[in-house]
């Protein structure tokens, strides 16, 4: 689908341009579906892979089915990872990763969800409505990859305070999975906290600082890539312009491998 929504916009088209002009080794999603009926029942983290000519790739359902119709939480008999060597798995959303760089294991965390929602506005025939949204169960995916590097994708609840606890527990998650270099670890994805100083903390850097949200517009930040070992100097960065694909801009950095 178009951000904002346009039905005469040929999503395929628009992906794989946006993909292409990205041109990454590993790509973190948010909001990704698998194999739900709104997004015409397509597995678009598989769907990203293939423009990619990635061989890895993995999704993780933060809740089974859709969020626009009655959903549940994944329990014990649903896939809580489904990876390119594995069968169809149940139809959810939630995240997902791409890599070109060969994954040696995937890992999960389950966050739970807010029990209170917020009011959030969105464009209904070309007016932004606001709508009360409940919140739903999070996650983050890892990928831990051949060269040494740990990175984890996520989206985080629009609920403050419960986003930034979900944070912390991220941030301690990632220094348990093995990797001893700390500046081979990244955590990316929408925080959905608008507050840099507040997402770093006292021992991660903000890699990127831009607005990145609404991409029409961008008014906030709240999408990251963070690290313990690098710093803004030690990457390059790109911010990549509305282009109709996303209602966050995407924003991308380059690590320099030493020679």
Known sequence: MAMPPDSAVDAEALLAAEIK???SQIIGLQEVDYFLGR???HNQTANVAA???ATDWAFTPSLMGSPDDDW???NSDDAKIVTNNDPEAAPGY???MVSTIPVTSWHRLDLTGSPVGVFMAFPVDGKMKKFYVRDHPRSALAAQLNNGWLVIN???SFVPIFNLLQLIKIKRWANKLGVKDKSKILIMGDLNIPFSRIVRGFTWRSLVSVKTFPSWQPKVQIDYFLSQGLSQTDV????HAHAGM???LAIQIEVATPK
């Open 39 to 41: 997004s015409n029942n």
């Open 21 to 23: 002009e990205l041109n």
């Open 236 to 239: 390059q960065t790109s911010v």
């Open 154 to 156: 996520t989206h985080l």
């Open 94 to 96: 939630g995240i997902g």
């Open 51 to 53: 423009v990619m000519n």
């Open 72 to 74: 549940r939480n994944p």
């Open 246 to 248: 996303s209602d966050h």
